[in-house]
């Protein structure tokens, strides 16, 4: 009998599981073989739909499908424990099953990792251990009885996809991976370097699971991307461009001759073996081009499979893709990925197996970070290791053999600060990717408790602290120390400047007080344009605005912008004043690159200023800054030799994040209030510095029965980016409105794959309150049976945004 994976909803045909499990597995293989798992992953794939192997489920899926008005009962097959639970009965100590004399503790543990994979794969990882003091995993493996596993389920198995001796020996070559996975860095913790592979390995069988369930259901195989020989074309093109700067009026200056040096410094470093390296090029130093220069090179030196982009903001999403685009030539195979339009996902979708249904179609759609190049968010980098459901992780995989660069790395969030050096330390020790740290500001994020493992000799740029002079632009006017502004008095200041100058840029902290600025200036009726940028605006919106603001700023038209910090990273303006709402040192020197940018002056001015009006309550990290900055004027005042002689020089940012990160070192392991524990000791502590395991062992008088104990649901379920739980809503803005009225129509994985990319660039993220808020007064959709949001027109106006009263003041500053 041929027993069903999944039957297409187009013309019915069948795909037996025999088919699906060989497929995912060569998939999973391939998606391994980055990492050296090859057989890790690839025994995640045999196994994961095992439990397809039953009566039950094929009369289950034959029901779903015949009888789509009437669907079986919820949740009433399960599919996914069979697979774990083979690997537990078979290769752990602690399953009365166990075979002795083939058994091994690397073994037992290969079984926790694959098998916490395979029960997981409809929802996220399980806890091995919880605040409960239960263990997720061995409810699924150990004691959830499964009537027709022996009988049917394992011999079909091995009658139609492998014999039992080649199981046993394919299991026999995925020990060895595992046994040299666990023999790099000696002097990490097992648990660790499990959390990593667990990751990684859930990463490659979700992927395959859906790629191969996609394709069958599109009755087509996805085209392989011969990214080699892209690269190799693209480096010719960018060279191209490059040498052409050479014609230029003004090649020969000083400044562009040292521009011309730091690129070709990038190419020589491309050379160096992979490793975490930073660029640190001034503002106006062609940092873009530079740092795309590198990994090229580096890239076609090394056959890296990806570049990929990580910023801080939307807005410089756009503008990087752009201008890498215009030089690459090449629209196709650039991937811009913003934000998940898709509200969060079940957290189990079992049920839905089999169904076409909205949910199933979102999940299968192409969302996998599989271009050559990318661009995405902090958030989303984020997300992708620590995140709850499978759509986040899935991407994960695709971040080895890579070349990741993080634009303005001086923006990771504090909390994260940990997380984000283990996941970058794992990208290079195990998966093979070269990491660059890109700013004019760098962090000192070796600093913290779990450290960055820089490469030795780190700085591409060679005598940085002669380049950084030779760009110096600005100079820093410091009016926040013994003096206060008000919104009254700080409109009074710009429209004074502005009989001075043509430009000028306002940066406050808040979008409440850029809001109230914005609106005092149009009071005044000026004849110099305002205009007034806040995350309240979607990305397709903050670029129309900042279009328009940089066309008048390229005539040398009067322009006034006030804005949150989201223009100072990376965002190519260039006024000839600027206005900062005092804030850590590094968001000032970012403040200060928006200022005489391109050196059309000789020295222009950044303003400092204290403003009574913003409320800093909620915006700890800002606060504290803040208060460090006051201090770093106030030595500089006193002994200014000290700190390099200027405010923004490489020992006052040193001096500035040093003591920073002090004052929040009770912050940077992603502290959870609720459960009083750090999310690094649930990811990764050892059984010892383990508290729940301390107290399992103290109630139950035995250590758990397993070799593993990470809390990975737990995590998960309390990790976000930011401190608040944010929703994503689709804007009614420009092509913003015919997407929404298009997600009324019925589509295609196709379609919604298309459609969810091209509304991200017309997302917003509102908080809770805000979002009840928009329900109570009507203003806010579902559609695709509540997985995507949209405002009604009415609650977006073309000046601010998000258009409600009694706005937070709180600023989403990372997407």
């Given amino acids: 009998m041929d027993y069903i994976a999944h039957i297409r909803e187009s013309d019915g045909c069948i795909q037996t599981v025999n088919e699906h499990l060989l497929g995912v597995c060569a998939l999973a293989e391939n998606f391994g073989e980055k990492l050296g798992v090859r057989h890790i992953a690839g025994l995640a794939g045999l196994l994961h739909d095992l439990g397809k192997y039953t009566e039950e489920f094929r009369t289950y899926i034959l029901e779903a499908v015949n009888n789509p008005d009437a669907p079986p009962r919820r949740g009433s097959v399960d599919h996914s424990t069979a697979g774990g639970k083979l690997l537990f009965d078979w290769f752990h100590p602690s399953s009365p099953e166990y075979v002795n004399e083939k058994g091994s503790q690397t073994k037992a543990i290969l079984a926790e990792i694959v098998g916490n994979a395979i029960i997981s794969h409809h929802s996220y990882l399980q806890d091995f251990l919880n605040q409960d003091l239960e263990s997720s995993y061995l409810k699924r493996v150990r004691d959830k009885n499964l009537e027709e596993f022996d009988s049917l389920t394992v011999k079909s198995f091995f009658e139609q996809v492998m014999d039992e001796r080649e199981f046993r020996l394919y299991v026999d070559k995925a020990e060895l991976e595992l046994i040299a996975f666990i023999k790099k860095e000696p002097k990490v913790n097992l648990e660790h370097k499990s959390m990593l592979l667990s990751k990684f390995i859930f990463s490659t069988l979700v992927d395959a699971d859906r790629t191969n369930t996609r394709c069958f259901e599109q009755n087509k195989k996805d085209e392989e991307i011969d990214s080699k020989a892209l690269f190799e074309q693209y480096y010719d093109r960018l060279m191209s461009r490059i040498e052409s700067f050479n014609t230029h009026k003004h090649a020969g200056s000083a400044i562009n001759q040292l521009r011309r040096e730091m690129s070709e410094q990038c ?118 290791y620590y995140a709850d459901g ?191 709402s005092l804030a850590g040192l590094d968001s000032i020197a970012q403040a200060a690159g928006r200022c005489n940018r391109h050196g059309e002056d000789e020295l222009r001015q950044v303003y400092v200023i204290d403003h009574a009006e913003e409320n800093l309550k909620n915006l700890k990290e800002i606060r504290i800054g803040k208060v460090e900055t006051a201090k770093i004027f106030t030595d500089f005042l006193c002994h200014p030799e000290s700190l390099g002689g200027h405010l923004l020089s490489v020992q006052a940012m040193k001096q500035y994040f040093q003591a920073f990160y002090t004052q929040l070192a009770p912050n940077l392991n992603y502290p959870i209030p609720k459960l009083q524990l750090e999310m690094t000791e649930l990811l990764s502590s050892d059984r010892a510095n383990n508290t729940y395991h301390q107290e399992y062992r103290g109630e139950q008088k035995v250590s758990l029965p397993l070799f593993l104990h990470n809390s990975y649901k737990t995590a998960a379920e309390h990790f976000h980016v930011i401190d608040s739980h944010t929703t994503s809503v689709i804007v009614p803005f420009g092509k913003g409105k015919e997407i929404i009225a298009d997600l009324n129509g019925q589509h295609s994985i196709q379609d919604l794959s298309r459609l969810l990319r091209e509304a991200q660039q017309y997302t917003i993220n509102i908080f809770s309150f805000e979002k009840e808020a928009l329900s109570k007064n009507n203003g806010i959709v579902c559609y695709l049976d509540g997985k995507v949001f949209a405002l009604k027109e009415g609650t977006y106006s073309s000046e601010y945004g998000l258009d409600l009263k009694g706005e937070s003041v709180m600023e989403v500053s990372l997407f």
């Avoid at 990929?308 to 685009?325: D, F, G, H």
């Avoid at 986040?392 to 303005?408: C, G, K, M």
């Avoid at 940028?533 to 009067?558: D, F, G, Y």
């Avoid at 006034?560 to 006024?575: M, N, P, W, Y």
Wanted: glycine share 2%; net charge neutral.
């Fill in 390 to 580: 499978s759509r986040n992780i899935r991407r994960l995989h695709n971040l080895s053999n890579a070349v990741i660069i993080f634009d303005e790395v001086q923006k990771v969030p504090i909390p994260c600060i940990s997380l984000f050096n283990q996941a970058v330390n794992f990208l290079k020790t195990y998966a093979n990717s070269s990491i660059v740290l890109c700013t004019a500001t760098q962090p000192e994020l070796d600093y913290v408790r779990h450290k960055l493992q820089l490469s030795p000799d780190a700085e591409m740029i060679h005598h940085l602290d002669d380049v950084i002079q030779a760009f110096k632009r600005v100079e820093i006017i410091d009016r926040a120390t013994g003096e206060k502004f008000n919104t009254d008095k700080l409109a009074d200041f710009v429209m004074d400047k502005t009989q001075e100058v043509t430009s000028v840029l306002v940066i406050l902290n808040t979008r409440s007080v850029v809001r109230s600025l914005y609106n005092r200036l149009l009071e005044e009726e000026l004849s110099t344009p305002v205009y007034h940028l806040s995350t309240s605006m979607c990305a397709a919106h903050r670029n129309e605005i900042l279009t328009k603001v940089k066309k008048l700023l390229e005539a040398k038209q009067p322009v006034i912008c006030i804005s949150t910090q989201l223009i100072e990273a990376g965002v190519d303006v260039s006024f000839e004043c600027a206005v900062r």
């Fill in 267 to 384: 190419d020589a470093f491309a050379e160096r073996a992979t490793g975490i390296y930073t660029l640190s090029i001034p503002t106006g130093g062609g940092k873009t081009l530079a740092s795309l220069r590198y990994a090229l090179k580096h890239t076609k030196r090394f056959s890296k499979q990806r570049i990929i982009y990580v910023v801080p903001y939307t807005t410089i999403i756009e503008q990087n893709a752009e201008e890498i685009r215009k030089i690459l030539r090449d629209d196709q195979h650039l991937l811009e990925h913003h934000s998940n339009v898709v509200e969060a996902e079940k957290k189990d979708d079992e049920e839905d197996e089999g169904k076409a249904s909205i949910q199933q179609k979102l999940k299968l759609a192409k969302d996998n970070w599989d271009a050559p190049i990318i661009f995405t968010t902090m958030v989303q980098f984020l997300n992708v």
